[in-house]
């Protein structure tokens, strides 16, 4: 069986939500990271003491799974479903194949190392 790695960027305030969606399907380990970026709104105009400026990236979230190749179908449903807004900036998902996954306490590899 092979391996994928999914990459999600959602906005922060979906964080919970999407978590929820995964512990529903019975996934154990992600990693989350705070990102900045901007996609095609190309970030916002912002007044801070009477001065106009530029904000280009906006805050989002980074969630990584690597995940057997069979669930990634419902996984990748699950985060799009709970993350999404309808408006512009909700992010995007990408998924990838992982060539080996070892688990360092024990050397255990391929899908036993999830």
């Given at each position: 069986m092979s391996l994928r790695k999914l990459e999600a960027i959602i906005k922060p305030f979906k964080l919970e939500e999407v978590?929820?969606?995964?512990?529903?399907?019975?996934?154990?380990?992600?990693?989350?990271?705070?990102?900045?970026?901007?996609?095609?709104?190309?970030?916002?105009?912002?007044?801070?003491?009477g001065s106009?400026?530029?904000?280009?990236?906006?805050?989002?979230?980074k969630i990584e799974i690597v995940l057997a190749d069979n669930l990634v179908t419902s996984v990748q449903?699950?985060?799009?479903k709970a993350a999404r807004t309808g408006k512009i900036g909700d992010?995007?998902?990408f998924v990838s194949p992982v060539d080996e996954?070892?688990?360092?306490?024990?050397?255990?590899?391929?899908e036993k190392a999830l």
């Open positions: 978590k929820e969606a995964l512990t529903e399907l019975g996934i154990e380990g992600l990693t989350v990271s705070e990102v900045k970026g901007f996609g095609r709104q190309k970030g916002h105009t912002e007044i801070y003491r106009e400026y530029t904000v280009d990236f906006l805050p989002k979230i449903a699950a985060i799009v992010g995007k998902v996954a070892v688990r360092i306490r024990t050397q255990e590899v391929g």
